[in-house]
């Protein structure tokens, strides 16, 4: 692709970029995203029934063997070009003392497999466990054959470590995520349709905060439509191909 020469010019001269991902970035590792029309995960299941406290304890079980599935599914995905021109950024710019924040709503680690450092996760990481009523992060429980397992302290279901709709978001993450954003010269929002809050809020502080913004996703999503010109490029691609090339573009290779 040609980058606009005011664009490369942007990341240039940025001493702070900050980052946004969603289900997008995974894309290309063979994870399914949530809502593209055919492959997403919402068109073939109920988030109601899998994603919420409500949904775990009508049926806990359903809700574990649900996750425990994508668990596995995440496990034996690999971090592509996309998360590994990310983690080259953060490399460019840290060596040059300039800021880089990488915040996903991802829940499958693949950035800190293919090398990023400082990784908010707002979503909440399917690699880990909690207990249900405690809150509190579980390393290891006995195998009693319950399904889902029971919390060692408690007695009380365990459940993965993400954040469920009607749930709030890590305060201390999302804290950190609006700092990043509003103080950042450049934000990438990169594979995420943009429709869930509070992330999808993050470009448009950005964008009030005098930053620009640049969008990365083969699909217009509502953040396309930001009228602001001259701050908002809507780069139309997938994120393996466009961030190498992007990178490459500004810093050279690595
Ligand atoms: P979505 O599934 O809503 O959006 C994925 C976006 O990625 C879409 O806009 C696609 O066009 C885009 N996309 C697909 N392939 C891509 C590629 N190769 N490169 C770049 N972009 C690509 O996923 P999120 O926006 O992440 O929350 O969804 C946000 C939250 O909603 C998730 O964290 C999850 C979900 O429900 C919970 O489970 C609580």
Not at 20 to 27: D, E, P, Q, R, Y
Not at 84 to 102: C, G, N
Not at 215 to 228: A, D, G, H, M, V
Not at 231 to 251: C, E, F, I, M, T
Request: proline share 7%; glycine share 6%.
């Amino acid at each position: 692709m040609d980058f606009s020469p005011q664009l490369l010019d942007s990341l240039h001269a940025a001493r702070a970029i900050a980052v946004l991902t969603g289900a997008g970035i995974s894309a290309e590792s063979g994870v399914p995203t949530f809502r593209d029309a055919q492959t997403g995960l919402w068109a073939q299941y109920d988030p109601t029934e899998l994603a919420t406290p409500q949904a775990f304890q009508r049926n806990p079980k359903l809700v574990w063997e649900w996750y425990a599935w994508r668990r596995e599914l995440v496990g034996k995905a690999y971090p592509n070009l996309g998360h590994i021109a990310l983690a080259d950024m953060e490399r460019h710019l840290t060596a040059r003392q300039s800021h880089f924040t990488l915040i996903t709503q991802n829940v499958d680690g693949l950035h800190r497999q293919a090398g990023s450092q400082n990784i908010l996760e707002l979503h909440g990481n399917i690699h880990r466990t909690k207990c249900f009523r405690e809150n509190e992060v579980v390393e290891e429980w006995a195998d009693t054959g319950d399904v889902p397992p029971l919390c060692p302290r408690c007695g009380a279901y365990l459940r993965p470590d993400v954040v469920w709709f009607n749930e709030s978001l890590p305060q201390t993450e999302w804290r950190a995520a609006v700092e990043a954003a509003t103080s950042c010269d450049l934000f990438f929002c990169i594979g995420t349709s943009s429709l869930v809050q509070p992330a999808a809020s993050l470009p448009h502080y950005a964008l009030q905060a005098g930053a620009v913004v640049v969008e990365i996703n083969p699909n217009e999503t509502p953040l396309s439509q930001n009228p602001s010109p001259g701050r908002l490029y809507s780069l139309r691609g997938k994120a393996g191909d466009l961030l190498p090339q992007l990178v490459a573009a500004v810093w050279g290779l690595a």
